[in-house]
């Protein structure tokens, strides 16, 4: 089974790859290092085995050399992280996080629950559990649950 490697960082001539599983394994890292140099469009590549990164640099755009590197067989990733765009604003970025979030979260959850679904049990039953307990130290209950119906609305009108 191939290790997996999570995209830290991503522009349009530069990836950032981490491949935790395989930390500390020298001999990985240079291996694969020499299989990446091979693909057409790599301008550098360096790695740390101590920290399991590998950084490119490359003249094509970050899609097409991603889809080059799935094909040689080094690594596995999800295939959601590849397709978000680069985000330009910080909040394009957090945006993007939380899609990956929300895509993992239905991936570990067979596409029965979303983040937003998440987010909406958790205050809902937040609400509950501060109405039972009599508890103020958290947000009011009231507010908790008339948050839960607002995410509950946004996320039900959406499907």
Request: charged content about 25%.
């Amino acid at each position: 089974m191939l290790p997996y490697a999570q995209i830290v960082h991503k522009t349009k001539d530069r990836l950032r790859l981490k491949i935790a599983d395989k930390r500390g394994n020298y001999a990985f890292f240079s291996e694969s290092a020499e299989k990446i140099k091979a693909l057409d469009g790599i301008k550098e590549i360096s790695f740390n085995p101590a920290t399991g990164t590998i950084l490119l640099t490359f003249t094509k755009d970050a899609d097409t050399t991603f889809k080059e590197l799935m094909t040689i067989g080094v690594f596995t990733t999800n295939t959601a992280e590849v397709s978000y765009e680069i985000a330009k604003k910080p909040t394009e970025q957090v945006g993007r996080y939380f899609g990956i979030l929300n895509d993992k979260m239905k991936e570990i959850t067979s596409g029965d629950i979303s983040f937003g679904d998440l987010a909406f049990l958790s205050l809902f039953f937040n609400g509950i559990y501060q109405f039972v307990r009599r508890d103020i130290t958290m947000p009011p209950w009231y507010t908790s649950l008339w948050y839960a119906y607002g995410v509950f609305s946004r996320i039900r009108s959406k499907k």
